[in-house]
């Protein structure tokens, strides 16, 4: 085992966050039913032509930048010719000899804490194919289009990595990047971000690269491992046998843990590539690139530096602001204007705001509760004038009650929480019960057992003796 | 010389199936065409640029919008669907 | 009344002043292509019904006043632009029974000025030949003599409109698939630069070539459909913004003549071209040069490294724009497919025929592996040295005369057994589609009794300056009047 060395690249297709195709106006969301997100130009009908959705131009810019890559000025689409059901025009719209992002690198951390950097081959445009559903019983295949044309950014790495585990480090590396500058959603289990792994071993010191084999379409890091693992296995058994390698597509089995050989839909192919003629070239000026660059924010990485250094975070909390870009956007205003421990307010909001985020809240997190009213809330708790079991009430109040944070701070005071909910039951029950309390005014002081007791009904647990002084205080002031 | 076994090779690249007929047909009126096209070899144009649009053009896009009028019946088009899925015979892979 | 002969602003007279309604103007068209077609072949459908629909809305369009000047105008439509709901074959068994579920840009702009579509004329397949013979609906006739050819690819087109059995009709220009049998059927037609024209829903032959335009009794009525159906496009990623948006008014008068230089390229004028031909486009020249128009001797050195470039660009593109039709998603499909590569190549064998076949080989050849730069690479840099010759030209002439066609309408069959003959007929033309640039044939006379015609071509987006141009000889002259004896009556 030791004689041999593993030689990795990986292909990543992840697709971009855009709400409508790469080149037609349909939608791109996940799990709609069969064919309803086709139009005219995803079939390909007679007469129907690409228009390029602008969006995708300024995803695949911001990943270049983030990975500094050659951003390239004159970038032109090509066709990839080849005949395939899922594929309606029988060509993919693709990049070839110019592609929009050149160079660039990735910087991994291995266990043993080397960082080691992979060179990044290129980053090119193209649209995704359609689904095909294999029937058993029909002797067909049924074919759904709605995946056609969704827009994908296909990253190719130099065969740098010498191992799975250094693979999947590249894997997530990449994935946060792109998920954090939302790119893409990286969602693996509807295949937003797909894995090819070309894999081959050779001889230490050996300098000739081995032949390769590909395993295609993986989607996820546990299985990238395990079957890059097994292919390593798989070709230093045969080697060693004396037989060769066969450079050919493999899929993996993830149920019996194997990769077995692909009947190809695209062996020995020549694709034909030529300049897409409905296309013309995309033209990127240094102005573009510049505007992107303002906008865009620092990555995962030097984020961690950063809270880290200045702010002594947890790897623990660290990980869970740099999920998600609006996250730690929120958390770092948040830390501008705090007077308290960032260890601990970072705590607070790990544990109420945090815990209640979801996939369709987390975008609209600014608007629903600003970094300045949570900030005004922990320090409500930190003084104590709200005790820390509130912090969810507090942010509850804020969030679903739409009330301002002081308004919230007010209702859940430690002073005045109790009097004023009773009070306000009083009132209330006062004004609907008129009758009884002409009753008490004319004389009948019996009358206030039913005050009592309504306000308790509404009041579990509050003293009773309590309440009667208050009752009588309101019923007084009339 | 455009031979009958260069013809079973682009055929297949064009997935078009050829009988025997065809093959000699195709043979020989492609190797007459390339015969005629020897020409363009007679001049120099290492320093020429290719030109694929002319009128000279820049690339117009669209906004990232979804066209909710867009129709999405185009199955109805095939010779062989269920309403749902459009259906080919089975595809090994 | 001769209704069959009335120019586009005649008949939108007789529909204004109520001399005729739309819906009469259309049963009369539709009754003399039941009556002539069967001669010439020129439709492939007659879309009856949904025209006296289309009639009847536009007369009430007239009615209420809200109408232009080519509301209740029949017209026909080459196969190969989409009709929502009617047949779009493109002269093909592929498609024989395929209907668009939408209408082409160039369609739906001028159904929304009230136009009458009458039916789709027949077609060379898939756009590719120069004869119309090899359309899967059999060969058109020429209304001139019915033993020969229209030209094609647009046949169909103008056999219908040199027969008069439509005012007008749209036709697209690949290699000079407008202009030649135009040309052939003693009419005008033209090709607009390229982008100017949306290509939505007109189904693909060579992407960076193919353009939609008028095929018309006169420069005049050409002028008023393409005023119509140019401009911008948003659903056509190369169409073109730079596209003149005013109408074309033909305003030029004769005293500005003098200012104007026309180019004759030398070369043109002496390999290969016919004598007579020659002849009267040399008289026509005459009638230019007391007109007031200045001439000059130009130079076009690339010309003959056209047809190889032009044949090896479009092959490859059409063999990849065709790759689409499979038996999946629309079209012809073959029977009892055994497997999926079966269902492509049958389907594909079955479809498609010989021609169509050849130039999908030609063009997958050109682009495969170890081909790609010797064909393809060298005829995209032709493509530029052609182009950059008639940008050199236009710096000493302002438009270029040229002949259509090296002959006059051959006859059905005479060129179909040498396809190098056939192609080279196309010599002209397919200069102006590699450098883009827009071109109108006009008809200037007869050699043998069949119809001559003569290219203007002009710079970029300078379709007003040439229709003015031929409006102005049109005036001066009577070729475009003349109708075949044959169809010469109602």
């Not at chain 1, 080149?23 to 009908?45: H, M, R």
């Not at chain 1, 056609?148 to 693979?167: D, F, R």
């Not at chain 3, 196969?79 to 093909?92: E, I, N, P, V, Y």
């Not at chain 3, 987006?461 to 000889?473: C, N, R």
């Amino acid at each position: 085992m030791s004689d041999w060395e593993t030689v990795i690249g990986l292909e990543i297709h992840t697709q971009l966050s855009t709400k409508s195709k790469i080149f037609s106006a349909s939608s791109t969301s996940y799990g709609s039913e069969p064919n309803k997100q086709a139009s005219y130009v995803d079939l390909g009908l007679p007469g129907t032509l690409p228009v390029l959705n602008k969006l995708v131009i300024k995803k695949a810019v911001e990943f270049g930048l983030a990975i500094n890559a050659n951003i390239s000025k004159h970038s032109i689409f090509a066709r990839k010719n080849y005949f395939y059901p899922d594929l309606p025009r029988n060509y993919q719209i693709s990049q070839l000899d110019f592609p929009i992002v050149e160079g660039g690198y990735i910087d991994i951390v291995t266990e043993e804490n080397i960082s080691k950097r992979i060179n990044v081959t290129r980053a090119h445009l193209e649209e995704d194919a359609g689904k095909s559903i294999h029937s058993n019983e029909g002797n067909c295949t049924y074919i759904d289009l709605n995946r056609a044309g969704t827009p994908l950014l296909e990253i190719v790495s130099e065969p740098e990595m010498c191992s799975a585990k250094e693979a999947v480090l590249y894997m997530k590396k990449v994935h946060s990047i792109v998920t954090y500058l939302k790119i893409s959603d990286g969602n693996m289990q509807e295949g937003s971000f797909r894995c090819d792994a070309n894999v081959s071993i050779r001889k230490v010191g050996e300098k000739k690269l081995g032949t390769r084999t590909e395993l295609k379409n993986i989607n996820s890091f546990k299985f990238v491992e395990k079957a890059i693992n097994y292919e390593v296995q798989r070709q230093i058994d045969l080697l060693e046998e004396g037989k060769r390698i066969t450079q050919e597509t493999r899929l993996y089995d993830e149920n019996k843990n194997i990769t077995k050989s692909m009947r190809s839909k695209e062996e020995a192919n020549d694709y034909r590539y030529f300049p897409d003629p409905d296309l013309l070239p995309i033209k990127i000026d240094d102005e573009y690139i510049l505007e992107i660059k303002k906008t865009l924010p620092d990555l995962p990485d030097v984020k961690e530096k950063y809270y880290k250094s200045k702010y002594s975070l947890t790897d623990e909390q660290i990980k869970i602001i740099l999920s998600n870009q609006t996250l730690s956007g929120f958390v770092d205003k948040v830390l501008e204007i705090s007077k308290i421990d960032a260890k601990k307010i970072v705590n607070y909001f790990i544990s109420s705001i945090y815990k209640k985020v979801n996939k369709e809240n987390i975008s609209l997190l600014k608007d629903i509760i600003t970094p300045e009213d949570f900030y005004l809330v922990v320090e409500s708790v930190e003084n104590q004038i709200v005790t820390k079991n509130n912090l969810k009430n507090l942010v509850d109040e804020i969030w679903e009650n739409k009330k301002s944070a002081s308004e919230a701070i007010e209702k859940f005071s430690n002073k005045n929480e109790d009097d004023e909910l009773i009070n306000n039951i009083i009132i209330d029950i006062i004004n609907k019960n008129e009758k009884q309390v002409l009753e008490y005014k004319s004389g009948k002081t019996k009358i206030l057992g039913f005050f009592v007791g309504q306000t308790l009904k509404q009041s579990k647990g509050s003293d009773p003796s309590f309440i009667k002084n208050q009752v009588i205080k309101a019923l007084d002031a009339i | 010389m455009f031979d009958k076994k260069k013809i079973k090779d682009v055929a297949q690249l064009a997935m078009i199936a050829v009988d025997d007929n065809d093959l000699s047909y195709f043979s020989s009126e492609i190797s007459e065409f390339l015969k005629t096209i020897e020409q363009m070899d007679a001049i120099n144009l290492s320093e020429i640029n290719p030109l694929y649009h002319a009128p000279d053009m820049s690339l117009k896009g669209r906004e990232d919008e979804v066209d909710i009028d867009a129709k999405n019946d185009g199955i109805n088009c095939s010779p062989n669907h269920n309403g749902k899925y459009f259906i080919v015979p089975k595809v090994i892979d | 009344m001769d209704i069959y002969n009335k120019s586009i602003t005649e008949l939108s007279d007789l529909l204004s002043k109520k001399v005729i309604s739309s819906l009469e103007m259309t049963d009369y068209f539709i009754k003399r292509i039941k009556l002539f077609d069967s001669k010439l072949n020129s439709f492939i459908t007659i879309n009856e019904d949904e025209a006296r629909k289309q009639a009847a809305f536009a007369d009430s369009m007239i009615a209420n006043k809200k109408n232009h000047l080519l509301t209740g105008i029949p017209i026909a439509h080459k196969d190969l632009f989409s009709t929502k709901g009617l047949l779009t074959s493109c002269g093909s068994k592929m498609l024989e029974n395929y209907i668009p579920p939408y209408d082409a840009t160039v369609v739906s702009k001028l159904n929304n000025l009230g136009m009458v579509n009458i039916g789709k004329t027949n077609m060379d397949e898939f756009a590719m030949g120069s004869s119309n013979e090899s359309s899967y609906f059999g060969p058109v006739k020429n209304p001139w003599n019915l033993d020969r050819v229209p030209g094609g690819s647009s046949g169909g087109s103008a056999s219908a409109v040199a027969a008069r059995l439509t005012p007008i009709a749209t036709g697209s220009d690949t290699g000079g698939s407008i202009r030649q049998p135009a040309s052939f059927c003693g009419l005008t037609g033209l090709k607009p630069t390229y982008g100017s024209v949306s290509r939505y829903g007109m189904i693909a032959y060579a992407s960076s070539l193919d353009q939609g335009g008028p095929i018309a009794k006169s420069a005049e009525d050409c002028a008023i459909l393409y005023n119509e159906i140019k401009g911008f496009d948003k659903n056509d990623p190369t169409s073109n913004h730079e596209v003149k948006q005013n109408n074309i008014d033909l305003r030029l008068s004769k005293d500005e003549v003098k200012n104007i230089t026309i180019g004759i390229p030398k070369k043109y004028f002496s390999e290969g071209l016919d004598q007579n031909i020659s002849n009267v486009i040399s008289d026509s020249i005459d009638v230019f040069k007391k007109m007031g128009f200045n001439f000059k001797e130009i130079s076009l050195p690339n010309h003959s490294y056209t047809i190889p470039a032009y044949y090896i660009i479009a092959s490859a593109e059409a063999s990849s724009n065709l790759s689409r039709y499979d038996g999946v998603k629309f079209g012809h499909r073959c029977n009892d497919p055994k497997n999926l590569i079966d269902l492509y190549s049958r389907t594909r064998q079955e479809g498609f025929g010989k021609e169509v076949k050849k130039r999908i080989m030609i063009g997958a050849y050109a682009l495969s592996s170890g081909y790609y730069d010797e064909y393809y690479m060298r005829a995209l840099k032709i493509r530029r040295i052609i182009r950059d010759d008639f940008l050199s030209a236009f710096n000493e002439v302002d438009y270029i005369f040229a002949p259509t066609s090296p002959s006059t309408a051959f006859k059905i069959g005479e060129k179909t057994s040498n396809a190098t003959d056939m192609y080279l007929s196309d010599i002209y033309t397919t200069p102006v589609n590699l450098a883009g640039l827009p071109a109108l044939s006009i008809p200037v006379g007869y050699s043998d009794n069949l119809p001559v015609g003569m290219q203007i071509i002009g710079n970029d987006f300078t379709e007003d300056k040439i229709l003015e141009i031929a409006h102005l000889f049109q005036k001066e002259t009577d070729w475009h009047l003349h109708v075949p004896e044959a169809f010469s009556h109602e």
